[in-house]
């Protein structure tokens, strides 16, 4: 988990190491099935900063409908070498199902 920072800032350590991105490191983005997935990418139009910080665009916050300074979901996949930034509601949505069926159908 993380928060956004101000100017749209993600930054986890734990996660960049685990993917092996360093910064300077090129990525790439796309929006799909209301997450943002991040890959490396030599032509990419962003690089990881000094600090290990990506700064993920306002478009593409708002088309997966992640707010100012919300909380997200960061997971890396080393293979095949993605971040995939889950916005909160959408876990909310994804985990409901199963939330009813451990209280009984109680909702």
């Not at 790439?28 to 990419?44: E, L, N, P, S």
């Not at 960061?74 to 909310?92: C, M, N, S, T, Y």
């Amino acid at each position: 988990m993380c928060a956004i920072e101000g100017k749209g800032r993600i930054s986890d350590a734990k996660v960049m190491a685990a993917l092996g991105w360093q910064p300077g490191l090129r990525v790439t983005f796309a929006v799909a099935h209301g997450v943002i997935v991040i890959g490396a990418d030599d032509a990419g139009g962003q690089a990881i900063c000094g600090r290990g910080c990506l700064r993920l665009p306002a478009g593409l916050r708002r088309a997966a409908g992640i707010g100012v300074a919300e909380r997200v979901l960061l997971a890396g996949l080393p293979e095949p070498g993605r971040l995939i930034v889950h916005p909160l509601g959408q876990l909310d949505r994804w985990s409901a199902a199963v939330h009813v069926a451990v209280l009984g159908g109680v909702r």
